[in-house]
């Protein structure tokens, strides 16, 4: 008794339509946006600079929807068959592998790990939206040039921006379904369209010093290298010609490469003034301070000799007045010392005489989200001022 | 596969059919349609072929992928009881495989149409339980364009996390509770009250009694689904909605779930019958189908020595060859019609058969260590039976609805042996508190025994 069915070529719906995936797509969702409800803690933590991948890779478990359940118990009892008497013992060969969830009547679902890849560049939006983080304004400017940027789709366009997947969905969608020779027609080709937008024509230049004296372990130039990586992301956001200087000093002073500059250890004391005179050599010698916005953030652990102390603040006070913003995070993976340094000190000076310049404590990597907020929503501040 | 073996396999359905008439069998007309292999699979996961979407079931669609791609599952048919009946055959099954798809679906149409517990089931829900799911599937869409899929899913986190919770054994369609207490039966002016009135004056009952409202629930509830739409303080109704939905679909899937052992046997009993009877069946067809018939009846154990699970349509087909061998088939398909598994298992798993397939029971400890016990046939039902009990699911019941409108769970751990996963407790009081939008409490027991509450928020 069975109905006759429509000709094979009417197309059936579970044939275009998965419900599966479509349910699975919410799924991933979700776990998206539990992760992105825990991205400070999940990033401040992660390797995210590896390579200049503009990607960080999220390990998640599956979700699970909840129901009520029997406590596992200490011994379950179950019905099997096979060659076994009475009082046979043996293990049970599919625990072996491991410790497989197995609740009772439920089935068993073994540890399915997601490895999750999120773009930097999303991760900063959310950050910035998640924390309210006010955009930064630049100090020069605010000139503008209009510039051509990727926006829309149209039917026309240069062969060279033709949108192979976006022509090709339209093929699908007007044919229905793929069938196995798909036939393109002019209707169904997208080109990318450039709309002229306009952008800030300020560049923005960010010093990154950091103190790599032999006080400064490596879970501390991890830390600095943390906090330095989404500061650079943040000002990214707001400058789309950012440049980036690093600069490292003990006793003496140099400049390296990024890939480098995280990599170096030293020995050594410290002094803080020789890197801020780099700093300062190289502002003289490639940037014009009218021209450009200068950011400068110091990482270090604040033991600064004490005869360097004169040096240091007659530096640093130059270099504020050249700089939009001038930032010292104090980082020490032991008890905080609350800034109670000698560069402390000398950062506390310096905001109070009415500089654009903050200081933070940094200890743990938790705490990284907290030094950018602090710095960001100061920075701000201290522009709002001037 | 070829079409070609699709139109093969049509043409036998029809002399299938006819002989499974005159062997007794009845049903309902069968919808046969064959699709493709990722539909199969959907359908195993959604347990309907149109059904309301929810990210769990994506869960379940992944796992179901994994296993699929390891080959650990093949699925042949899946059948739908009705009038006219749905059988899914997957399209990739061979020509033989579906002339014994066909016949046991047939026995599966003839256990639903005559079996007690599905016959009242399908009396409650209405023979197109498929069509009623689509349109629940419809109604959920039409709620996640009006209201948004963040509101949807929060009633559906916990109308689907209760899933289990119905009772059965009342009907689908219930009335609310009744406002007041029964009251007094209205006394009746007759002489012997008279008489009994005049004894002692002031005994006479006044018949001014002020009415008294009854508690709720007046009586542990444990159809969480119905009771949470009926008297949660502030639900809407595209919410109650939601939740009848969602229990109406639990009232069909309970038959499925409480007969399995019966109902697949019974359908493995058949298939393997018509088979040998259809002298209409091509020799070669007929050497594959047998072949496939023993793969899908072979027991866990078969390739290794000694399984820690049962193969449900190896255990209902032996058992159902044995009823008939002693007893004749009219006998069987009396137990048939009355039975669901707790009876089946109880009843009819003897302890000669239970040696003769090797059946034994076992306790495992959580470091996988397993000790096989000595046999006791009560002990060894009971092994088969325990993940059934409830519908799977712990005991919890609806108690009490505080003043302040907090909603009381309570866990019956005596019936359990066990208290509650508190972790997943907790959970899933989250979920139904956002419905119920009042706290929502839950009272089971702790690992030592002793009791312990549970509170969202």
Redesign the interface.
């Known amino acids: 008794?069975?109905?006759d069915?429509p000709g094979?070529d009417a197309a059936?719906w579970?044939?275009l339509f998965?419900?599966?995936?479509?349910?699975?797509?919410?799924?991933?969702e979700?776990v998206r946006e539990s992760v992105r409800q825990h991205l400070p803690q999940i990033v401040a933590g992660g390797d995210v600079m590896n390579g200049g991948a503009r990607t960080v890779r999220v390990p998640v478990r599956?979700?699970?929807?909840?129901?009520?359940?029997?406590?596992?118990?200490?011994?379950?009892?179950?019905?099997?068959?096979?060659?076994?008497?009475?009082?046979?013992?043996?293990?049970?060969p599919?625990?072996?592998r491991g410790p497989g969830e197995k609740?009772?009547?439920g089935?068993d679902?073994g540890e399915?790990q997601l490895l999750l890849e999120f773009k930097v560049d999303d991760i900063v939006d959310w950050l910035w939206e998640e924390m309210q983080l006010p955009n930064l304004k630049a100090r020069v400017g605010p000139s503008e040039e209009t510039d051509y940027v990727r926006e829309g789709w149209d039917r026309r366009g240069a062969r060279s921006r033709l949108d192979r997947r976006r022509s090709f969905k339209e093929l699908v969608k007007r044919r229905g379904a793929p069938g196995a020779t798909p036939t393109f027609t002019d209707e169904d080709l997208r080109f990318r369209q450039l709309a002229r937008r306009k952008q800030p024509a300020i560049h923005a230049v960010v010093f990154f010093l950091l103190d790599v004296s032999g006080s400064m372990s490596d879970r501390d130039r991890k830390l600095a290298k943390t906090f330095f990586f989404w500061v650079v992301q943040g000002l990214r956001r707001e400058y789309r010609s950012l440049e980036t200087v690093f600069v490292a000093h003990t006793t003496e002073a140099w400049e390296f490469t990024e890939s480098e500059f995280f990599q170096v250890s030293g020995t050594g004391g410290t002094v803080t003034s020789t890197g801020l005179a780099k700093v300062r050599e190289i502002i003289d010698e490639r940037y014009n301070p009218n021209r450009c916005n200068i950011y400068l953030f110091y990482a270090s652990d604040g033991d600064n000799s004490v005869s360097d102390a004169t040096d240091a603040r007659e530096q640093l006070t130059s270099l504020c007045t050249d700089a939009c913003y001038t930032g010292y995070v104090e980082v020490s993976s032991g008890l905080s010392r609350q800034l109670a340094t000698e560069t402390g000190r000398l950062f506390a000076e310096l905001a109070s005489t009415g500089c654009a310049a903050g200081s933070y404590a940094l200890n743990d990597f938790e705490d990284v989200w907290g030094a950018v907020r602090h710095f960001f929503t100061a920075e701000n501040r201290a522009l709002e001022g001037s | 596969m070829s079409?070609d073996a699709s139109e093969d396999w049509?043409s036998y359905?029809?002399r299938i059919?006819e002989l499974a008439g005159r062997s007794g069998l009845s049903f309902h007309?069968?919808?046969?349609?064959a699709?493709?292999d990722?539909?199969m699979?959907?359908i195993a996961?959604?347990g309907l072929p149109?059904?309301m979407?929810?990210?769990?079931?994506?869960?379940r669609?992944?796992?179901?992928?994994?296993q699929r791609h390891m080959g650990h599952s093949r699925l042949f048919e899946v059948v739908f009881p009705g009038n006219?009946g749905h059988a899914y055959l997957a399209s990739s099954n061979g020509l033989a495989e579906n002339i014994l798809v066909t016949a046991h679906v047939l026995g599966h149409a003839d256990f639903s149409r005559n079996n007690l517990l599905f016959r009242r089931c399908q009396e409650q829900v209405s023979e197109h339980i498929v069509e009623h799911a689509a349109s629940h599937a419809r109604q959920i869409q039409q709620a996640i364009e009006t209201y948004g899929?963040q509101r949807v899913e929060t009633v559906l986190?916990a109308a689907?996390?209760l899933e289990?919770?119905i009772d059965v054994d009342r009907p689908l369609r219930r009335p609310r509770y009744p406002e007041y207490e029964a009251e007094a039966k209205a006394l009746v002016d007759d002489a012997f009250r008279k008489r009994f009135a005049s004894l002692d004056p002031t005994a006479a009952p006044t018949g001014l009694e002020v009415r008294k409202r009854a508690p709720v629930p007046p009586h542990p509830e444990r159809d969480l689904l119905w009771f949470v739409a009926n008297y949660a303080p502030e639900m809407e109704s595209w919410e109650r909605d939601i939740f009848l939905a969602v229990r109406e679909e639990s009232f069909y899937f309970y038959p499925v779930f409480a007969t399995q052992i019966m109902n697949e046997g019974w359908a493995s009993y058949w298939h393997a019958r018509l088979l040998r009877e259809a002298d209409f069946v091509p020799q070669q067809a007929y050497l594959d189908a047998i072949k496939c018939h023993s793969d899908v009846v072979r027991?866990?154990?078969a390739d290794?020595?000694?399984?820690?699970?049962?193969n449900p349509y190896h255990l209902g087909f032996s058992m159902w060859e044995k009823i008939v061998e002693a007893e004749g088939i009219d006998a069987a398909r009396n137990i048939m019609q009355q039975d669901d598994d707790f009876g089946f298992i109880r009843n009819h798993l003897t302890r000669d058969l239970a040696d003769e397939?090797?059946?034994?029971?076992?306790?495992?400890?959580?470091?996988?260590?397993?000790?096989?016990?000595?046999?006791d046939l009560t002990g060894?039902h009971e092994?088969?039976l325990?993940?059934k009990y409830n519908f799977?699911?712990?005991t919890?019941s609806a108690t009490h609805v505080r003043s302040d409108g907090t909603l009381e769970l309570t866990?019956d751990n005596a019936i359990?042996?066990?208290?509650?996963?508190?972790e997943?407790?907790r959970?899933?009081l989250d979920?139904v508190q956002r419905v119920w939008r009042r706290p929502v409490v839950l009272t089971t027991v702790n690992?030592a025994g002793s009791t312990l509450e549970l509170t969202a928020p």
């Open positions: 008794m069975s109905t069915n094979p059936k579970y044939e998965s419900r599966g995936a479509r349910d699975w797509l919410r799924h991933d979700k599956m979700l699970e929807h909840y129901h009520f359940r029997l406590r596992r118990p200490e011994e379950s009892q179950g019905a099997g068959q096979g060659k076994a008497k009475p009082g046979d013992v043996f293990s049970d599919s625990k072996q609740g009772p009547g089935h679902e399915v | 079409s049509k359905i029809q059919e007309p069968v919808d046969f349609e699709v493709p990722t539909f699979m959907e996961v959604y149109v059904r979407p929810h990210w769990s079931f994506g869960v669609y992944i796992y179901q992928l994994i006219p899929m986190d689907l996390a289990q919770h027991p866990i154990a290794q020595q000694v399984a820690l699970s049962i397939l090797g059946l034994f029971r076992f306790t495992a400890r959580s470091d996988g260590q397993v000790k096989v016990l000595e046999h060894l092994a088969l325990s993940s799977g699911a712990p919890v866990h359990d042996g066990r208290g509650l996963d508190l997943r407790s959970r899933v979920y690992q």
